[in-house]
């Protein structure tokens, strides 16, 4: 096992906390930048519609064992009936929205805002760190780790002999980067723009975020397949063997 290193207390003066207060204003610039760019708009009645119908068929899938099956069949047929069905979307007008939401200039000029207010500040922000703070070893995690973690959390130095529970300080910008987003959601809510993770994942998949008919389509995919079993028949011998277990270590 290496042996421990001494952290000067300079490093967490000049190069932790820094780094931290840092990101952390740099989420919070970015949260207003990003209020002030967005462009209004009314909300699409349509779309709140099928978002809350989804929602609607999310509960019942998730409660189905609670009714019983008749009961639970009429409201599957409700959502997923290829007529009037709440979830059934036709081919023909599943295309035309999509169409739709990539000819709308508003939704890109939206979403290129925003992919903007992500890549410029953590573009300038990891030039910087790079720059300045390149080769320090900042901090060291409280619990040991697997050599896996080496590439993670030891990111810029390229030293084998060091324990892997001590963090680079380029490898503590990456951890902030994408760690921070519980200590936003508490100072802006939880409706608020400094996702970073959610945003590259959004990025990667088109960049156009939510689409109405895939998720309507998919939701009555699985109330379709969905195996109904009322829990209610079974509750007695449920509760039965409970009392059993207990009256045992009694």
Known sequence: MADDLVLDTAIRNWVLVPLSVVMVLIGVLRYFVSKLIRSSQNPDTKAIKEGQAVIRARNLRSAAHLIPSKSFRSRRIYFTNEENGLLYVPKEEAQKAQAQMFQDPNMAM??????????????????WV???????VAAKIPFP???????MLQNGIDLSTVD?????????????????RGFFSLILGEENATDDAQRMMQMSGG?????????LGAEKDSLDIIQHEWALPKMEHRAQDVLKNLAKKL
């Open 110 to 127: 939206d979403m290129m805002k925003k992919n903007l207010s992500m890549i410029i500040p953590q573009t300038l922000t990891f030039a």
């Open 130 to 136: 790079n720059f300045f703070f390149s080769g320090f």
């Open 145 to 151: 780790l697997t050599p896996r973690f080496r590439s």
């Open 164 to 180: 892997v529970s001590y963090v680079s300080s380029r490898s503590w910008y990456f951890l902030n980067l994408f760690g921070l």
């Open 207 to 215: 960049g156009f975020g939510f689409d109405p008919s895939k998720s």
